[in-house]
T-cell receptor, first 114, second 112 residues
Framework: GEDVEQSLFLSVREGDSSVINCTYTDSSSTYLYWYKQEPGAGLQLLTYIFSNMDMKQDQRLTVLLNKKDKHLSLRIADTQTGDSAIYFCAEGPYGIGGHNKLIFGAGTRLAVHP | NAGVTQTPKFRVLKTGQSMTLLCAQDMNHEYMYWYRQDPGMGLRLIHYSVGEGTTAKGEVPDGYNVSRLKKQNFLLGLESAAPSQTSVYFC???????????FGEGSRLTVL
């Protein structure tokens, strides 16, 4: 079945770049997503990439997709303390009639220190 | 614009008790979902609804029931709570089958 894996923790210094990695098993997903969860809050869509794209850039965020290796990464340039959060990788949507079922990874906790 | 609102935000139950989590959205979204979030695991889909009056099972539906009597509300019920249901529950909604998921702030449930 579908599975999404990510490392659970990443610590970076403020101002450095962060790279959060994700691997997935099912190559039939249409989109791959990055969601951000700040403390005490729900998940918010950060960015997404269509499965036929290799890269997407959005201000400080760069998403890279390697379909051959089923590897997705999120790079955050000039990481700030406000970027401290849990980042979830997700793929999908699946389901009969496309009910927007997403498969989520366990989340990577990003800690930014001075 | 409130978005997705969940109540209650915290609850402690004893084994065997029942309770209902309420999710309300004001975005006129058709699709609504209940997920649970457990440490070291991704979000897992419990039940979902593709419109008023419809519900369907997700990955982990056992021990839960849902109802969608009104388009804006999606209720998650636990008839007889078990310690394995200790978790953080998230409600989400989307406009359609490919749209962005909008999440509530979560409801932390502890079953003793």
């Amino acid at each position: 079945g579908e599975d999404v894996e990510q490392s659970l923790f990443l610590s970076v210094r403020e101002g450095d770049s962060s790279v959060i990695n994700c691997t997935y098993t099912d190559s039939s997903s249409t989109y791959l997503y990055w969601y951000k969860q700040e403390p005490g809050a729900g998940l918010q869509l950060l960015t997404y990439i269509f499965s036929n794209m290799d890269m997407k850039q959005d201000q400080r965020l760069t998403v890279l997709l390697n379909k051959k290796d089923k590897h997705l990464s999120l790079r955050i340039a000039d990481t700030q303390t406000g970027d401290s959060a849990i980042y979830f990788c997700a793929e999908g949507p699946y389901g009969i009639g496309g009910h927007n079922k997403l498969i989520f990874g366990a989340g990577t906790r990003l800690a930014v220190h001075p | 614009n409130a978005g997705v609102t969940q109540t209650p935000k915290f609850r402690v139950l004893k084994t065997g008790q029942s309770m209902t989590l309420l999710c309300a959205q004001d975005m006129n979204h058709e699709y609504m979902y209940w997920y649970r979030q457990d440490p070291g695991m991704g979000l897992r889909l419990i039940h979902y609804s593709v419109g008023e009056g419809t519900t369907a099972k997700g990955e982990v539906p056992d021990g839960y029931n849902v109802s969608r009597l009104k388009k804006q509300n999606f209720l998650l019920g636990l008839e007889s709570a078990a310690p394995s249901q200790t978790s953080v529950y998230f409600c989400a909604s989307s406009l359609d089958s490919h749209g962005e998921l909008f999440f509530g702030e979560g409801s932390r449930l502890t079953v003793l």
